[in-house]
């Protein structure tokens, strides 16, 4: 904590990507000021959220689903380009449009009870009581990697999506992929062309999705997902109820064979994975110089997705037994100051700007003292 004290607020937002920004721009249309009523905290270095830190091969074109934020359209896009810089440049913009005044980077270290029934956030840049908390903090900074027995004897390297920088790296190499999500997929597309050889490994079959990722699907996707976060169990990302997009790309990765799915192995050996039965979704094992139940890897690339980041608000105790916060709408349940968005059912970029509107709502409603929406 520095020397400045604590400064008193309306609401903080902790995160700056689409779902902080959305609600930014929404207490700023609703007679918010920045500085004076609200504030806007961001970890991230430069604007962007999540994606500043995206591979550079995951060009714009390639991005599953992005839905432009409120009240600034993303024009003229080059789907050439990585979406890091794209993306990037377009939330700067509207940062600057909306002036809203983002203070970063800024580590938001606790949210807890502070007096006369405010919230006390104390940060990287000194603590402000606040009335009310927007929480729009994403997965990133939880990326999600799964424990298998052998894990610890394996010889080559494990990195996660969140530390892929790109194909190249992994030429000449024996590449091992789990997830079977978009970034799974994208992953081994990229890779294959590159590496000695690939092995695509899920939990579950996937499941292709023909037609355009569009605004109805989204909400659709969207409505999935809430019945988790009501009974406060941890959320399933939305990702992972839309399907794969079933795309020129996807249709030639499954002819030539890349997109060869096979089940999770059972362990991690020092040279590779295994798998305790025999099946016919293992045959290609021999083609890679091993049998049915082992295959060789020099790496092993964990697309596993991402946990909510909100160690931040422990203090509160806002977890339910079953491990998740339980949310109606975006405010949570426990305590109807703390809202999330960007979080189960507004995880998606759809999905986020809708929350940011909701929630701003509802804080309206809470600091005028009237009744909360049911």
Do not use: C
């Given at each position: 904590m520095?020397?400045?004290?604590?400064?008193?607020?309306?609401?903080?937002?902790?995160g700056?990507?689409?779902?902080?920004?959305?609600?930014?721009?929404?207490?700023r249309?609703?007679?918010?000021?920045?500085?004076?009523?609200?504030?806007?905290?961001?970890?991230?270095?430069?604007?962007?959220?999540?994606?500043?830190?995206?591979w550079?091969?995951?060009?714009?074109?390639?991005?599953?689903?992005?839905?432009?934020?409120?009240?600034?359209?993303l024009?003229?896009?080059?789907?050439?380009r990585?979406?890091?810089?794209?993306i990037?440049?377009?939330?700067?913009?509207?940062?600057?449009?909306?002036?809203?005044?983002?203070?970063?980077p800024?580590?938001?270290?606790?949210?807890?009870?502070?007096?006369?029934?405010?919230?006390?956030?104390?940060?990287?840049?000194?603590?402000w009581?606040?009335?009310?908390?927007?929480?729009?903090?994403g997965?990133?900074?939880?990326?999600?990697?799964?424990?298998?027995p052998?894990q610890?004897?394996?010889?080559?390297?494990?990195?996660?999506t969140?530390?892929?920088a790109?194909p190249?790296?992994?030429?000449?190499?024996?590449?091992?992929?789990?997830?079977?999500?978009?970034?799974?997929?994208?992953?081994?597309?990229?890779?294959?062309?590159?590496a000695?050889?690939?092995?695509?490994v899920?939990?579950?079959?996937?499941v292709?999705?023909?037609?355009?990722?569009?605004?109805e699907?989204?909400?659709?996707?969207?409505?999935?997902?809430?019945?988790?976060?009501?009974?406060?169990?941890?959320p399933r990302s939305?990702?992972?109820?839309?399907g794969?997009?079933?795309?020129?790309?996807?249709?030639?990765?499954l002819?030539?064979?890349?997109?060869?799915?096979?089940?999770?192995?059972?362990?991690?050996?020092?040279?590779?994975?295994e798998w305790?039965?025999?099946?016919?979704?293992?045959?290609?094992?021999?083609?890679?110089?091993?049998?049915?139940?082992?295959?060789?890897?020099?790496?092993?690339?964990?697309?596993t997705?991402?946990?909510?980041?909100?160690?931040?608000?422990?203090?509160?105790?806002?977890?339910?037994?079953?491990?998740?916060?339980r949310?109606?709408?975006?405010?949570?349940?426990?305590d109807?100051?703390?809202?999330?968005?960007?979080?189960?059912?507004?995880?998606?970029?759809?999905?986020?700007?809708?929350?940011?509107?909701a929630?701003?709502?509802?804080?309206?409603?809470?600091?005028?003292?009237?009744?909360?929406?049911?």
């Amino acid at each position: 904590m520095n020397d400045i004290g604590v400064r008193d607020i309306d609401v903080v937002v902790v995160g700056a990507g689409q779902a902080g920004l959305s609600a930014a721009h929404h207490l700023r249309r609703t007679g918010f000021e920045p500085d004076r009523d609200f504030v806007v905290l961001d970890h991230a270095p430069r604007p962007g959220g999540a994606w500043q830190f995206r591979w550079p091969s995951l060009t714009y074109g390639k991005v599953h689903g992005m839905h432009a934020l409120p009240g600034m359209e993303l024009t003229d896009a080059d789907p050439a380009r990585p979406s890091a810089e794209v993306i990037a440049e377009y939330f700067d913009r509207y940062e600057r449009t909306f002036e809203l005044r983002v203070r970063r980077p800024v580590q938001v270290r606790a949210v807890r009870e502070g007096q006369a029934g405010r919230l006390l956030v104390e940060t990287s840049a000194g603590s402000w009581s606040a009335r009310a908390l927007i929480n729009a903090t994403g997965t990133w900074d939880r990326p999600f990697w799964p424990r298998y027995p052998g894990q610890e004897t394996f010889r080559g390297r494990q990195l996660h999506t969140a530390q892929y920088a790109g194909p190249e790296e992994f030429a000449g190499q024996r590449v091992v992929v789990v997830g079977g999500g978009a970034s799974g997929t994208q992953h081994l597309l990229e890779i294959a062309p590159h590496a000695a050889a690939t092995t695509w490994v899920t939990r579950r079959p996937p499941v292709f999705r023909e037609g355009p990722f569009d605004e109805e699907a989204g909400r659709a996707s969207v409505a999935l997902v809430e019945e988790r976060v009501r009974r406060g169990l941890p959320p399933r990302s939305v990702v992972s109820v839309t399907g794969l997009p079933l795309n020129d790309a996807i249709r030639r990765g499954l002819a030539d064979g890349v997109l060869d799915r096979r089940p999770m192995f059972d362990r991690i050996t020092p040279d590779g994975v295994e798998w305790d039965w025999e099946s016919p979704l293992l045959e290609r094992g021999r083609e890679l110089g091993g049998s049915p139940r082992h295959v060789d890897a020099d790496v092993i690339l964990w697309a596993t997705g991402f946990r909510a980041a909100i160690d931040h608000l422990a203090p509160l105790r806002l977890r339910e037994p079953g491990g998740g916060i339980r949310v109606e709408g975006t405010r949570a349940v426990a305590d109807p100051r703390i809202h999330l968005v960007g979080y189960g059912p507004s995880a998606s970029t759809i999905g986020a700007n809708r929350a940011g509107r909701a929630a701003v709502r509802d804080i309206r409603r809470l600091l005028a003292g009237e009744p909360l929406a049911v």
